[in-house]
């Protein structure tokens, strides 16, 4: 898998949906998952990919209270999507709320997964980290 990059801005419409991009329908034709991101955004995964992130966190739920909390947390937020064929998505509501997609989403490539981002909330998380990029190394 080449993986998943590039950044594209689109809306959420008045029915939750979002428009996913050309670039990234195929990998979804036949369905996706959507869920919870610990830095606030929602993952969307391809079945393959989904189904790795979940083997993940069953071994380690095997391991300690917290293993098991969060592969609890992260499977009660975790759903399968579909994409329609003008390529639009449903994004339920708890996830839009969780993530603060309101009007205006980032979607972003994040090689093995895609990631929604509310823009405001990019911009004071993730966006200080590309300084990284334009750095000198020493």
Request: aromatic share 10%.
């Amino acid at each position: 898998m080449a993986g998943f990059v590039g950044r594209f801005e689109h809306s959420v419409d008045s029915k939750g949906r979002v428009i996913l991009p050309a670039r990234f329908r195929d990998a979804f034709a036949r369905g996706g998952f959507l869920s919870s991101n610990r830095e606030g955004c929602v993952a969307l995964w391809t079945p393959g990919e989904f189904e790795r992130q979940m083997a993940e966190m069953l071994e380690g739920s095997k391991s300690d209270r917290d293993g098991r909390n969060r592969a609890r947390v992260w499977a009660a937020d975790s759903l399968d999507v579909e994409v329609d064929k003008q390529g639009r998505m449903a994004i339920p509501a708890r996830l839009r709320e969780f993530a603060q997609l309101e009007t205006d989403v980032l979607i972003m490539g994040a090689i093995d997964r895609i990631e929604l981002w509310n823009p405001a909330v990019w911009e004071e998380r993730v966006r200080p980290m590309e300084q990284w990029f334009l750095e000198d190394e020493e």
